[in-house]
């Protein structure tokens, strides 16, 4: 990865004025990302690419709700794999799809891993790792659980994604014992967006939540207890209705 530096013109935003001086380097442009940058002359600030090419200013970047142990990704989702060094993150990809995740980190040399890697998403947030076996199980996690394989009960329904906030919950299938089946979720509104998805069902002893994205599926295979699964949504942009096969 270079650590030189590029100008380029203001990509359309005159809240920046003149040139805007940006890292070089690998992924770099990738939108969503974040990067260091600054005004020719001026001092540096912290900005993203954004989808449309253009550039925006953010003080922060918030965790994701996905959680690297226990949730997943559905098969498709494009995500940014960067490298935590003491100096701070360094891209190491540009989007990728979550599946292909450990098959292009493993060509890249040595140099550029270490024992904190992160995963941007495509709403902006991120998710951290302890090491790479633990980011290469979520990848591998979502590959099984989010591939829109399965057998599902012929059933639909629809649900709302509130704006940056959740929707009500949804009841799915009623249960006694495991029932394996795959949910897939889309939007059904005019003005699509991705959205966050969270799913509630009896375990062999208590509820589980698991998060994810959509659109996708994602596959239940541990509902081992009695009880009825349900299903929310948290738009990234404006509401949506949310179409739901199950």
């Given at each position: 990865?270079?650590?030189?530096?590029?100008?380029?013109?203001?990509?359309?935003?005159?809240?920046f004025?003149?040139?805007?001086?940006?890292?070089?380097?690998f992924?770099?442009?990738?939108p969503n990302?974040?990067?260091?940058a600054?005004?020719?002359?001026?001092?540096?600030?912290?900005?993203?690419?954004?989808?449309?090419?253009?550039?925006?200013?953010?003080?922060?970047?918030?965790?994701?709700?996905?959680?690297?142990?226990?949730?997943?990704?559905?098969v498709?989702?494009?995500?940014?794999?960067?490298?935590?060094?003491?100096?701070g993150?360094?891209?190491?990809?540009?989007?990728?799809p979550?599946?292909?995740?450990?098959?292009?980190?493993?060509?890249?040399?040595?140099?550029?891993?270490?024992?904190?890697?992160?995963?941007?998403l495509?709403?902006?947030?991120?998710?951290?790792?302890?090491?790479?076996?633990?980011l290469?199980a979520?990848a591998?996690?979502?590959k099984?659980?989010?591939?829109?394989?399965?057998?599902?009960?012929?059933?639909s329904?629809?649900?709302?994604?509130?704006?940056?906030?959740?929707?009500?919950?949804v009841?799915?299938?009623?249960?006694?014992?495991q029932?394996?089946?795959?949910?897939?979720?889309?939007?059904a509104?005019?003005?699509?967006s991705?959205?966050?998805?969270?799913i509630?069902?009896?375990?062999?002893?208590?509820m589980?939540?698991?998060?994810?994205?959509?659109?996708?599926?994602?596959?239940?295979?541990?509902?081992?207890?009695?009880?009825?699964?349900?299903?929310?949504?948290?738009?990234?942009?404006?509401?949506?209705?949310?179409?739901?096969?199950?």
């Amino acid at each position: 990865m270079s650590d030189s530096m590029v100008v380029i013109g203001t990509p359309g935003n005159p809240t920046f004025g003149g040139n805007l001086v940006l890292p070089g380097g690998f992924g770099s442009n990738a939108p969503n990302v974040p990067v260091s940058a600054q005004l020719v002359g001026g001092a540096p600030f912290r900005t993203v690419m954004m989808p449309d090419g253009k550039i925006a200013d953010v003080e922060q970047r918030e965790m994701s709700e996905i959680k690297p142990d226990t949730d997943s990704l559905p098969v498709g989702t494009k995500v940014v794999i960067e490298n935590g060094t003491q100096q701070g993150y360094h891209l190491i990809s540009d989007y990728i799809p979550i599946e292909k995740t450990e098959e292009t980190i493993t060509v890249l040399s040595d140099r550029h891993r270490s024992v904190l890697p992160r995963m941007i998403l495509t709403d902006g947030t991120y998710i951290n790792f302890d090491s790479w076996p633990q980011l290469y199980a979520f990848a591998n996690r979502s590959k099984e659980k989010g591939d829109g394989s399965g057998q599902n009960h012929g059933a639909s329904t629809q649900a709302y994604a509130g704006p940056l906030s959740w929707g009500p919950w949804v009841d799915l299938a009623a249960h006694t014992g495991q029932d394996v089946y795959t949910i897939s979720f889309d939007t059904a509104s005019q003005a699509p967006s991705t959205f966050d998805v969270q799913i509630e069902y009896a375990g062999e002893s208590s509820m589980v939540t698991v998060n994810t994205m959509g659109p996708g599926s994602y596959k239940v295979t541990d509902n081992n207890g009695a009880g009825t699964d349900r299903i929310r949504f948290k738009s990234h942009s404006v509401g949506q209705n949310i179409s739901i096969q199950y």
